[in-house]
């Protein structure tokens, strides 16, 4: 039953996630539609290594690490074009806050771990931390996005969980020479699906987000000091 409640709730959040950014950014058409068919061409890969076995590799390293790399890379890349870069700091920082929201569903986690599924410091770490940023990003909301300091500090705990969650993660894969916590089954069930989507999918997306967020943020406070209007959209 939790595995279809996880297939379902990954299923739902990438979609949604992909859709509303390609809705809302500013691109071209062709654009918004290349971005959407590499995301789902993405999604499908993850979905095949994970059904091959490939993403529970952990030697010479974990394989696993090079799915949650490559969309940060590419993303990297992107941002050092001109029109990619104004596309990605297009996108309203009061609504990158409203879709970490569904990161509440981290209390998937800490189900996994009651199960035996997960263990060691993983589960705890992103379950609660991925709980406590959704959670947070509400109120955040309601207050009108007014405060750069609480945007920030928000924006800072909410990646920060994401690093820590792979962190834990592979410093959990049974077998990895990056080893440090041997309480099993560690954290064998992201490497296979549809658990692996949050790694491979989810936790670089919503990684770039928060990387987006402190670009604009720091945009804002260039034009704060130079006294002109910043080129992104008002936090609200």
Not at 39 to 60: D, V
Request: hydrophobic share 60%.
């Amino acid at each position: 039953m939790l595995d279809f409640i996880g297939t379902v709730a990954t299923a739902a959040m990438i979609v949604f996630l992909v859709s509303v950014v390609v809705l809302v950014m500013d691109a071209p058409r062709p654009a918004k539609l290349a971005l959407a068919a590499i995301a789902g061409l993405w999604a499908g890969f993850c979905a095949a290594a994970g059904a091959a076995g490939w993403l529970a590799a952990t030697k010479p390293f974990p394989i696993i690490g090079l799915f949650v790399a490559a969309p940060l890379v590419a993303a990297a890349i992107a941002a050092a074009f001109p029109a990619a870069r104004h596309a990605m700091l297009s996108l309203p920082t009061s609504l990158i806050v409203g879709i970490n929201i569904p990161r509440v569903l981290g209390v998937l986690f800490l189900l996994l771990a009651a199960q035996g599924r997960l263990a060691g410091p993983f589960p705890h770490s992103a379950g609660w931390g991925d709980i406590i940023t959704g959670a947070l990003a509400l109120p955040l909301l309601l207050t009108g996005m007014r405060s750069t300091a609480l945007i920030a500090a928000w924006n800072l705990f909410g990646l920060a969980d994401l690093v820590l969650a792979i962190a834990f993660g592979v410093m959990s894969g049974q077998g990895s020479p990056l080893q440090v916590f041997h309480d099993a089954p560690g954290s064998a069930a992201m490497q296979t699906l549809p658990w692996a989507f949050v790694p491979t999918v989810l936790v670089p997306i919503w990684m770039i987000l928060h990387g987006i967020v402190f670009a604009q943020l720091r945009v804002r406070y260039r034009a704060h000091v130079r006294g002109v209007s910043p080129s992104v959209r008002a936090p609200g």
